[in-house]
Structure formats: C-alpha cells, structure tokens
C-alpha cells in the first residue's frame, strides 16, 4: 500500500532556478562546460577575517542561544550602527540563513489562510515558504518596461483583500534588480500601516547598488516600528552562501518573541557558521566597496552584451546581481532546455533560469529568463556569445519548425 503524501507536499512547487540542474549535470558529463548564469552563487572568495576565525574551533561544538550567540549579534549590531542604523540585541534573531528568517517572518506574521501581498516577478522561494506556511501571494505586477518599480498607491492597494497579512518587497530586487525608491518604499510602509499589515523587507542585497546609489534599509523609516521585520543574510554580502547565516530583525516584540519561540523549536543556528560570521567585524567599509565596484563592473559588461543581442530587450538593473531578460522566443523554459540539451559553442554552453516560475500570474514571464552576474568577468563574457549564439541557432530551429524562415516567432 503506498502511503499518501500531505497535500503541502505534493504542493510544494519546484524551484525553477534549480529544476534544469539534472539537464546541466548531463551536458558536463558529456564533457561540456556549463557557464551557470542561473543561481545565485558569487565567485568572490569568502573574507578571510571570517575564514581564519574557524581556525579556532572549540572543543566541543554546542549548542548556542536560540536568537544566536552574544558575539555575533554584537558583530551584527555593530554592522547596523555601520549603517547608522539603531538596532539592540533584543531585536534581532539569528538563522540559518535569510531562507529561515522568511520563513519565521511569514509564520510570525500570518495563519493559515492568509495572504501576503509582493511585486512579481518575485524571489520564488517565497512560494515555497508560503506553502510551508499555508498562505497565498497575491501579486502585484510590475514590468520590464518600467525598470520593474511599483505602480501608484492605488493601483498596488488593488492586490489586498481582508485576506491579506503581510506584503513581502525584496529590496534591492531578485530577479529584477530593481532598487526601489525611498518614496516607493515609503507608499508601501504607508499602505501597510493604515490597513494594520506587516512589512516584510528582504535586504539580503543591501549593500549591492549601483551608480552611485548608498545602501538603505526598511529599518531607517520613522513610524513604522512595528510594521517593519527585516530579512538579513551573510550568504551574499559576505560571498558566504554555505555558511547557512541570516537573522530577523524587527523592533515589534510581539513578533520577535513568537519568532524566538520558533527558533527555541529548532533549537539554535549554526554554531561554525557565527564564530565565522562573528569576523564581519574586522572588515572595514572597502570591503562591501570593493565587493560593490566588482559587481557593478560585470553588470556594465553584461548589460552592454545583451543589449548587442538582436532581440533582446533588458532594463539597466539598479542592484543585486540579476538581470530578467526578454529574450526573442515564445517559451523561455525550452529555450533553457535547448540550451543544456541542444547546443554548445566551443565545447561550452550555459544555463539560465526561465522567468515564468517567478510569477504568481500564469503566462507572465514566459518569455524572460533571470540571469545572475555571479562569474568572472571573463566567463561572462564568454557566457553571453554562448548565449547570443545559442539564441540565434534556437531561433533558427524554431522557424524551421514553425514553417521556414519567414515566419517570425516573436515580435
Ligand atoms: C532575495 C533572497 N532572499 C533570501 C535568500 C536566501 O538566502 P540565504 O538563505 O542563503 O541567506 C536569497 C537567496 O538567493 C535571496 O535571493
């Protein structure tokens, strides 16, 4: 007799970002080089202030408090005054990375049945935390064409319902890397205060903005204190996504001791991973400086490239480190798949993540795929004329299916 498993669990959508891995894992045993543009893993070596910390492990690994230990809270809280923001240990929780922190925020924030208001395209494990959690995402669309930012009041206060709980913005954005503005943020801090809603800010991205732009936080707004609960995370600031470090921080206690009480269930973080963290302290502001400058650059290189495509059409991303490209094809998941499967310039091809997972509203996106600028400056570059010519032999390959070459697949 086969045992049946939860609806949750048949439910629980799989992640697009990952979901072509196998694919890519058969195109590298067919000894083709994959240039991964479709996940979030930096190449930037992890700092060695945080490194050489674990050349002091205890003798025995033990557990810590539940909201982390006192060195690195005090390291965090010291990272926030940095930013001139005032943050005390009492409201800040760590985690086991920003992952966790999300999913306590939506646990904390919201019951079964609920409904969490965000811009799409969004970060797509959010689904799967709101499956966890039992909620809905009501999404708000925002588009290619405006540098994906968020439509006027109005039109936003369109997606709440009685249902509604919370609104996620993830600021600066994934996939989008759009920063939003202070006035932008401001709206949404506002809608979320007049209709009683917690705003759950992920800035995992803070310190990644470009042209001039000066790293903000959700934390900085007057008034909103107990609205704002804020999603961290060492995983991309620090290139140290294995080290599986993040924290929730909010000034509302209620939400910080019902999130405490769910960190006490899984009893502390991980303890390696805050002996390192606890290093962010001996790095000086050139550190995110320099981190920012070299993203900065693979960004200018990579939106020069995929402007020169035929076709393409992307908008100059403000932070973070992705693109979302409209690219000149119907299913942008085939052409993913043609990509692993199909095609390779000089021994080598490239993986990217089709867009359409990272909306709630069936057939957006189908046409865009989310690139992340995580190589070096050298792969990326070879990644794109991978890409640019993959797109012309898919183009191709699909005009002759669809009828011969005069037959144009997309306008
Ligand atoms: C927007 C966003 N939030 C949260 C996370 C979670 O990161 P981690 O659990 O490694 O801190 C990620 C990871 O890619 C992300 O892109």
Redesign the pocket.
């Known amino acids: 007799m086969s045992l049946e498993i939860s609806k949750r669990g048949k439910n629980m959508p799989a992640s697009p970002i990952r979901k072509l891995t196998p694919l890519a894992d058969d195109a590298k045993r067919r000894g083709v080089k994959v240039y991964h543009l479709n996940i979030?893993q930096p190449d930037i070596e992890t700092p060695l202030a945080m490194r050489q910390r674990l050349a002091a492990v205890p003798n025995v690994l033990a557990y810590s408090p539940s909201a982390g230990t006192h060195e690195f809270v005090a390291a965090l809280i010291g990272y926030y005054e940095s930013l001139g923001l005032e943050v005390t240990a009492d409201q800040v929780i760590a985690t086991t990375?920003?992952?966790e922190a999300?999913l306590f925020a939506l646990l904390a924030c919201a019951d079964e049945g609920g409904e969490v208001v965000l811009p799409e395209p969004f970060?797509t494990?959010y689904s799967s935390f709101a499956a966890i959690a039992g909620l809905t995402l009501a999404p708000v669309t925002t588009r290619g064409d405006d540098g994906f930012h968020l439509p006027a009041r109005a039109l936003f206060e369109k997606a709440l319902s009685s249902r509604t709980r919370a609104v996620i913005l993830?600021n600066p954005n994934?996939p989008t890397g759009t920063v939003y503005r202070p006035d932008e943020v401001q709206m949404v801090a506002e809608v979320c205060r007049d209709r009683g809603l917690f705003l759950i800010v992920?800035e995992?991205y803070r310190e990644l903005v470009y042209d001039g732009r000066k790293p903000a936080s959700a934390l900085s707004l007057r008034g909103f204190d107990e609205n704002v609960v804020v999603?961290d995370?060492l995983?991309k600031r620090y290139s140290a996504?294995g080290i599986?470090l993040?924290a929730l921080v909010s000034r509302n206690r209620a939400l910080i001791d019902a999130a405490l009480r769910m960190a006490q269930g899984r009893l502390s973080p991980p303890g390696l991973a805050q002996i390192a963290g606890a290093g962010m302290t001996d790095l000086g502001p050139e550190y995110a400086a320099g981190v920012t400058r070299e993203y900065e650059g693979r960004r200018n290189l990579l939106y020069d490239a995929l402007c020169a495509i035929p076709d393409v059409f992307v908008r100059k991303p403000e932070g973070a480190f992705y693109f979302v490209a409209r690219l000149p094809v119907e299913d942008g998941e085939a052409f993913a798949r043609f990509l692993l499967e199909e095609y390779a310039l000089d021994g080598a091809t490239v993986m990217v993540a089709p867009a359409e997972g990272f909306y709630a509203t069936p057939g957006l996106g189908r046409n865009e795929v989310r690139i992340a600028y995580v190589l070096n400056q050298q792969d990326l570059r070879a990644a794109v004329r991978v890409l640019a010519g993959g797109l012309a032999a898919y183009r191709a390959k699909e005009s002759e299916r669809l009828g011969g070459p005069s037959r144009r697949l997309v306008s």
């Open positions: 979030g990375g920003g992952s999300i970060y494990n993830c994934n992920d995992v999603v995370s995983s996504c599986r993040g």
